[in-house]
């Protein structure tokens, strides 16, 4: 009994102790990392957040450009020069809570983030029962576009490919990508995941590629390959001829310039009764552990700040950049926004992106190789079922 009033008092110390640092403010010096397009909309956000928060006013905070891929490894190589709140990918969370690297959101925040998120983006940002970062867009995955004169329904893939055959268009699909072959893999009901231990050493490889479901995605994709409008890629910049293409919110302008008055969007259409899935993306915002208990409540403050609603909004309308925000999400702006509507449909049906091994990606740029290269045309089901079985092996050799 004494050890657990030891434990509510202590608790109850911890919280009145960030109260009062809140209250009190801080008029320190902060350090903010966030993606080059986005320092100027930070700037100008950080200066709202200090004229609505008076204790913070005389906060100095710096921007600067470092990108959400490259955060992680600058934070994670010393963590002592990195910036107090940087942006960063969810790949990225695994090995930033291994290395001590992000701080657990303060509990109040953590319950607004999960009540005002998409599902998907909470997700990202959960490890356990905890939430490490604040979501900052759910934008980061693929979905379908199309030229409407040529596809006439873009819920199937079968259908898709006859349309774009009878009117001699292509479909571009990069399936010796492995970030682009789960489409396929977890859309028929397969696993692929890793477990990585308090180091960021991989522990366990869940998969089972070797099965049933496995056997169907790959039966689709041999499929597609012989699809005489199939196409190897996923750059509608380079695409050429093209009907429909699975792509992301990143070529949305060359999307509406190629297709003209007929561009459309939608989510993955479905492919042998199955559900086409795949990654799922999200940026967010991490909070770098910190001694000083009034830095660290001006730190949370500023991140729930730059992540909520109003804010992920305002950065849609600078920048372009999709809301994890369940009301921002319900603008009329970012609604009418065919591609993120199209990537909003997609992402209820995907997994985040979690830490994979580099090798796994080479290993699915060379299954898809093979079937680009027809090596698995007329093959059998057991012989199909050893390359998905070697397949699974090395994954699994990846990890312990």
Not at 274 to 302: I, R
Not at 320 to 349: C, E, I
Not at 373 to 381: F, I
Request: hydrophobic letters at 45%; a negative charge.
């Amino acid at each position: 009994m004494k050890k657990i009033l030891s434990l509510v008092l202590a608790v109850a110390l911890v919280l009145t102790l960030s109260c009062a640092a809140l209250a009190e403010g801080y008029s320190g010096d902060l350090k903010v990392w966030v993606a080059d397009a986005a320092v100027d909309f930070t700037n100008q956000q950080i200066e709202a957040f200090k004229a609505a928060n008076p204790e913070f006013a005389d906060m100095t905070v710096s921007v600067e450009a470092v990108g959400e891929g490259d955060a992680a490894s600058k934070v994670i190589t010393d963590v002592d020069a990195a910036a107090d709140i940087f942006g960063f990918a969810q790949d990225q969370l695994a090995r930033m809570v291994a290395a001590g690297a992000v701080e657990i959101v303060e509990p109040a925040n953590a319950e607004v983030v999960k009540a005002e998120n998409d599902a998907g983006a909470v997700a990202a940002v959960t490890m356990g029962d905890e939430l490490y970062a604040y979501p900052l867009t759910s934008d980061n995955g693929y979905f379908l576009y199309y030229d409407k004169s040529v596809v006439t329904d873009p819920s199937t893939l079968e259908g898709i490919l006859a349309d774009c055959e009878a009117a001699g268009k292509s479909f571009y699909m990069e399936i010796n990508s492995g970030w682009y072959q789960t489409a396929f893999f977890f859309g028929a009901g397969c696993t692929l995941t890793y477990e990585s231990d308090n180091d960021g050493n991989l522990t366990a490889c869940n998969v089972d590629y070797a099965s049933e479901n496995g056997l169907k995605a790959l039966k689709s994709m041999i499929a597609l390959a012989n699809s005489p409008a199939f196409v190897n890629g996923s750059s509608i910049s380079n695409a050429t001829n093209v009907a429909a293409i699975v792509d992301g919110t990143w070529d949305t302008e060359a999307a509406k310039e190629l297709f003209g008055d007929n561009y459309a969007a939608a989510k993955l259409p479905t492919v042998d009764g199955y559900q086409m899935s795949g990654f799922g993306g999200f940026k967010m915002l991490g909070v770098k552990p910190q001694e000083d208990e009034a830095k660290l409540a001006a730190c949370d403050a500023l991140a729930a700040w730059l992540s909520s609603g109003d804010v992920q909004l305002a950065r849609y309308e600078a920048l372009g950049w999709g809301p994890s925000n369940l009301a921002a999400q319900q603008s009329d702006a970012v609604k009418a926004d065919v591609a993120l509507s199209a990537l909003a449909d997609q992402l209820q049906y995907t997994i985040p992106q979690g830490q994979y091994p580099g090798d796994y990606w080479s290993l699915a740029t060379g299954l898809g190789d093979n079937i680009i290269g027809h090596k698995y045309d007329g093959a059998d089901d057991e012989a199909l079922m050893t390359a998905l079985t070697e397949f699974q092996d090395t994954c699994i050799s990846y990890a312990g």
